[in-house]
């Protein structure tokens, strides 16, 4: 009879441990130290080494500190590799709109996803949200953004 008894103190005990080890982990300031000692092996600490220089290393995020911002993205001229292959992207979004948009307009069935198995005939307001989305991505990504 106190077999369960014990056993609920022990899982009690052990889950305060658990909570007091996070809490603890979580109240560290962040600050640790980074030395060398004579054998040239680097090591960190969260408390300075006994009669040693040591680094002082903040962590961002800890303390109540914020991370720095992370540096700006360059701005440099696009190469031609990268305009020659956004050309090709823009062609096959445009021609895959087009074909989409002329599936649409015959009310034929449409496959949701890879699998012939979903086909499902949409219903006129269905129907006319997907043509109204098709044509947006033509107009996205076709150079006149005319229709076929």
Not at 18 to 36: E, F, N, R, S, V
């Amino acid at each position: 009879m106190l077999g369960p008894l014990i056993m609920a103190r022990g899982r009690l005990l052990a889950g305060c441990i658990a909570a007091c080890m996070c809490l603890a982990a979580a109240a560290q300031d962040g600050t640790y130290y980074k030395w060398t000692d004579a054998s040239g092996t680097v090591h960190f600490s969260a408390s300075p080494p006994p009669g040693k220089k040591a680094e002082t290393l903040k962590l961002a995020g800890q303390g109540g500190e914020q991370a720095a911002p992370a540096p700006a993205a360059s701005t440099a001229e696009p190469t031609p590799q990268l305009e020659e292959a956004q050309a090709a992207y823009r062609k096959q979004a445009c021609d895959a709109a087009r074909d989409d948009l002329a599936v649409l307009e015959k009310n034929r069935m449409v496959v949701s996803g890879n699998s012939p198995d979903a086909a499902t005939k949409l219903d006129a307001e269905q129907r006319s949200q997907a043509k109204l989305r098709t044509r947006q991505r033509i107009n996205q990504f076709c150079e006149t953004g005319s229709q076929p």
